[in-house]
């Protein structure tokens, strides 16, 4: 299927590794040109040099999205994008009773107000243009909330709430905007969260691992390309009915009906 992508800018965030990279790799491959941000700049490089032998446009953007500099770096790179995919590092896990309020400001900073602050920064000019997508990344938190991050099912459920009234918006002028909802995929971020569950459990990391792939209904994690795929789609041309939603990608493993 052409996604009638071609010729496009996308500002990717936290795109040097994981989910974020996973994206920017699809829509790369669509014929977008990506714009990829990320703290640290070997990964950075990294990915932008995977991307470009690969045939794609890339620039590529140090910073850190969760601060105004950060942000003003990222739209100076790309001040018209016709795709927004944003992300960042989620919340430490641990007890609501230990997290403080700066805690939950610094929650709310990059999960919440950050794709706030860059949707504003963006969604007049593609309303004005007449096409955009924005992505979202989330978490199945949202849909079930896990025990242990309560800052990320607090936070991201905010952001969620913002974007189910802004969605209905801006659909009439071309622009959607949805959620992407990762289950367990096989990324750092997911290893490290899965380490620190087997350490604190005096479990080994391996066989923790190996026994969370084996408990999704799919007997195993997703992968970036996976959620790569399922972004590029809802940026696609063919998509532009789809807006407001809440895109769970879990092999199955939410156990509701609906
Ligand atoms: P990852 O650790 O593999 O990659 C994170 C990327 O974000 C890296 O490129 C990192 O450099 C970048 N980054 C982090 N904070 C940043 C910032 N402030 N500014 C710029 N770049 C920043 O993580 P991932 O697994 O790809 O997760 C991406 C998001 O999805 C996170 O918010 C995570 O909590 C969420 N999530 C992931 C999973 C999963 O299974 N992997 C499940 C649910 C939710």
């Not at 913002?162 to 096989?186: C, E, K, Y």
Request: charged content about 20%; proline content about 5%; glycine content about 12%.
């Amino acid at each position: 299927m052409d996604l009638g992508l071609n010729g496009r800018t996308a500002l990717v965030c936290a795109a040097s590794k994981g989910l974020g990279r996973g994206c920017a790799m699809a829509l790369a491959a669509e014929g977008v040109h990506v714009v990829i941000l990320a703290r640290g700049r070997p990964a950075l490089e990294a990915t932008a040099a995977e991307i470009a032998a690969q045939g794609g446009k890339v620039s590529l953007v140090v910073a850190d999205i969760v601060t105004p500099e950060g942000r003003a770096a990222a739209l100076a790179a790309c001040p018209e994008p016709d795709i927004l995919v944003n992300n960042a590092g989620g919340p430490p896990p641990g007890d609501f009773r230990a997290f403080s309020r700066d805690d939950w400001i610094k929650a709310l900073d990059a999960n919440m107000l950050t794709p706030i602050e860059l949707i504003k920064a963006t969604v007049d000019g593609m309303i004005g243009r007449g096409f955009g997508r924005i992505v979202n990344i989330t978490s199945s938190s949202v849909k079930a909330p896990i025990e242990v991050l309560g800052l990320s099912n607090g936070a991201r459920s905010g952001l969620t709430g913002f974007i189910a009234g802004l969605a209905r918006r801006t659909v009439r002028q071309g622009v959607t905007i949805n959620n992407l909802l990762p289950g367990t995929f096989d990324t750092d971020r997911l290893h490290v969260t899965l380490a620190a569950r087997a350490r604190a459990a005096g479990r080994d990391v391996e066989a923790e691992v190996a026994a969370t792939a084996a408990q999704n209904p799919a007997g195993r994690f997703g992968t970036p390309a996976e959620f790569g795929a399922a972004c590029a789609f809802l940026c696609s041309r063919q998509a532009g009915y789809i807006t407001g939603q809440n895109l769970l990608l879990d092999g199955g493993a939410y156990p509701g009906t609906y």
